[in-house]
C-alpha cells in the first residue's frame, strides 16, 4: 500500500490553531536541540504508531507535524500512523535544520552530535584499518572497505547502522529535558 505523506515547510505549520508536534530523533540529537514550543519527543524506535494515537487521544481532527533531522525518520513515523488509520500528518520538511533556519525558537544546548560521532568513529576505523593491513596483515584493508561500504549505504539509504548504536551509548543517554 502507498501512501501520500504530506510535507510541510517549516514556517508553514498552522501551529496556532491545535496541534501537536511529535520529535522522532533519537534522545541524543533532542538534548543538543529541540524546539521552543509545546511537542512529544519519542524516538522513532519506540514509537507504537496505534498506541501514541491511543494515549493522546488522536482522532484526525488535529493536525500531528512530525519532525526529525531532515526528513527521512519523520517520513517513516508518517507511513506507520498512516498505516494505522491516521491522516491528518504532515512531516516537517528538512526537518529541525530547516526549522533553525525558518527561525522557529528553538532550545540549543552543547555537546557533539551523532553525525559527528559518526563521522570520528568510522575515520578512526578506516585508519585504523589501513594502519594494520599496512604493517600487521593486508586482510585488515577489508575493513576499511566494510566501514566506506557502510558509509555508502548510509548515503544512499538516509539509514546510519553505526549512528543507531552511537545513539545507544551511555554518554548519549539524556535525562528527560525538554
Given amino acids: 500500500m502507498t501512501v501520500s505523506i504530506k510535507k510541510v515547510a517549516p514556517q508553514n505549520m498552522q501551529v496556532e490553531q491545535a496541534c501537536l508536534i511529535l520529535d522522532v530523533r533519537t534522545e541524543a540529537e533532542h538534548a543538543m536541540t529541540a524546539l521552543q514550543m509545546q511537542h512529544i519527543h519519542l524516538p522513532l524506535d519506540r514509537l507504537q504508531a ?14 500531528l507535524y512530525v519532525l526529525c533531522a531532515a526528513g527521512a525518520r519523520a517520513t517513516k513515523a508518517a507511513e506507520m500512523f498512516a498505516q494505522a488509520g491516521l491522516h491528518n500528518v504532515h512531516v516537517i520538511e528538512g526537518g529541525i535544520v530547516a526549522c533553525q533556519a525558518a527561525g522557529l525558537p528553538l532550545i540549543i544546548r552543547p ?9 570520528i568513529v568510522a575515520g578512526s576505523l578506516v585508519l585504523l584499518a589501513c594502519a594494520l593491513g599496512t604493517w600487521v596483515h593486508p586482510g585488515f584493508y577489508g575493513a576499511a572497505a566494510v566501514v566506506g561500504g557502510g558509509l555508502v549505504f548510509a548515503g544512499i539509504t538516509d539509514w546510519c547502522g553505526m549512528a543507531m548504536l552511537l545513539a545507544k551509548a551511555p554518554w548519549n543517554k539524556s535525562s528527560k529535558r525538554n
Avoid at 111 to 119: A, D, H, I, K
Wanted: glycine fraction near 8%; aromatic fraction near 4%.
Fill in 50 to 63: 496505534c498506541e501514541f494515537m491511543r494515549e493522546q487521544q488522536l482522532d484526525g481532527a488535529t493536525p
Fill in 111 to 119: 555537546g557533539m552530535s551523532l553525525e559527528r560521532q559518526v563521522r
